[in-house]
């Protein structure tokens, strides 16, 4: 049980290690003597001018133009294609319009770039790019200088620092360095026999025999899909393979979800992506899509070998995806901030729709295709053969129309308008967030029944209604949940054969991320197809689906083949995934997960708040595990 403490261990640490970051705000200011240790870290949050909010900095524009009023325009440097939008206007000193200066605050979160023109003659005098630096206090002198010619220049001066809003991150990555390294010494120091004995029994236990194949993670004790199949049809010969390297990846992708969903200490690299572009918070549900995708081929192997029918098969199929689509709007409808909800608002597209829509589709796919898995064969299971690929040429087919139709939507659909509206486009097109995609989703559902605030709403300042989880989206998900069968097919199909396996995930690896290089051009912006959380693009598909195999690639013979890390704690959520997801959504505003902050402008008391939420989530869904409660649907 060693190992059980380990994980433990490895919680309680993670505890610690937020407490610690926010040990500081915790001690309570009054007491004499606290103070003193608090001093440090509060004269940090101190540099915080009372009207500034987070990632804002404080700029001074003095205007020393004689007769010249000044307006100044502002936009983001990562807003691609997008019109100024005017930040102030300053009337010169001395002038009737007042002092000649003009305090504004602008964002931090990406460089900025700022133009200045007079007012009347409507031309630009000046034009400079700078990335300010959060709560930092800077001046933008205009005035004329004397060399000869009547030339004006913009001096910009930093009159007080930004502090490093970063810094929280990186202690934060640190301590979790620190604690890595430290669980890793102490394994060392146990005598590693110890460890690897429970490890296999950890493995051969009857526990984890039921615990592997279900495709959202949620085991039974007796079949994951089947309900009461015989062990007597079970066939010995072909045990199901136990894969932890699964549920590992789908454990991280989970604990990722709820991090990014609770905030993510408000960073802007924890969010998702204005529009194109890929951060943090973009990776994680694709992957958890993907990883679906495998779970559902190996679960369904698995079944079908014990001798339970297809048909039997398809209700259950049916039945879950409905489930799934039913407790996904329940979720995405949350009461208690927006009040009693009305009919006519109800949001109808969420994570988890989408994902009952891709698990009844590629589930019904694979099950109209299921093919026995070749047994041992030598000569089928070489290094070169493509027997994974070609058994599935049906799917491939439908999978490949999929696409096209995809493709054509996107492209060729007459919308009254183009991507992504707002600002961007040079202003020409406001109202046309999302182009084809949004375009469907609000004739099929209705303005009212989508996603209010899509992610581009901000740098934008989009006014139409978006929703990332839209209809035509879905196609490019099953797309991805395919890839995963994909990956979970090479895992069957090459059972003892590491190396054929590994040499199977780098190539589609590589494949793929050719394949979005090609499509996006190595850009953000420029490319035939950017990467596109938003709109689920091909290209983000493709990305994020390399990047699925090449993390497959690692965890596979870590932690299956040679059993160096058990996955904790990652393992845990992943065994559990429907009850963590739904817990962290339903959950998110009650205490632990939430609490009042003291500085609710303060990266750093939400990186803590965001970290402590989503270690209890880890710790509920280990004790769940200890306790063997797993919520099946
Ligand atoms: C910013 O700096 C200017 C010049 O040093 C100073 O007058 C002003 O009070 C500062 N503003 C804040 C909010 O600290
Ligand atoms: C500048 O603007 C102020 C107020 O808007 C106005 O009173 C003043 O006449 C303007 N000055 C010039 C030189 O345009
Ligand atoms: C500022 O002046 C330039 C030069 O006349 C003009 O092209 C530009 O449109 C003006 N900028 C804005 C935001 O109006
Ligand atoms: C876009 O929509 C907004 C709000 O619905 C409306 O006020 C505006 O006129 C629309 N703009 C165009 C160009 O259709």
New binding site residues.
Partial sequence: MRGARGGCWALAALLLAASVLSAARLVPGGSPERGAQAASPRDLDKKRPAELKMDQALLLIHNELL???LTVYWKSEWCYQCLFQVLV?V??RG????PGMAAVSVSTQHGSILQLND??AEKEICRLQYKFGEFGNYSLLVKHVHNGVHEVACDLVVNENPVDSDLPVSVAFLIGLALIIALSLLRLLFSLDDFNNWISKAINSQETDHLINSELGSPSRADPLGGDIQPATWHPSTPPPRLRCVDTFRGLSLILMVFVNYGGGKYWYFKHASWNGLTVADLVFPWFVFIMGSSIFLSMTSILQRGCSKFRLLGKIAWRSFLLICIGIIIVNPNYCLGPLSWDKVRIPGVLQRLGVTYFVVAVLELLFAKPVPENCALERSCFSLGDVTSSWPQWLLILMLESIWLGLTFFLPVPGCPPGGIGDLGEHPNCTGGAAGYIDRLLLGDDHLHQRPSCTVLYHTEVAYDPEGILGTINSIVMAFLGVQAGKILLYYKDQTKAILIRFTAWGCILGLISVALTKGSENEGFIPVNKNLWSISYVTTLGSFAFFILLVLYPVVDVRGLWTGAPFFYPGMNSILVYVGHEVFENYFPFQWKLEDNQSHKEHLTQNIVATAVWVLIAYILYRKKIFWKI
């Avoid at 002038?95 to 007042?98: S, V, W």
């Fill in positions: 007769g010249t009023n206007s009337s010169p002038g009737p319009g007042g007012t009347l």
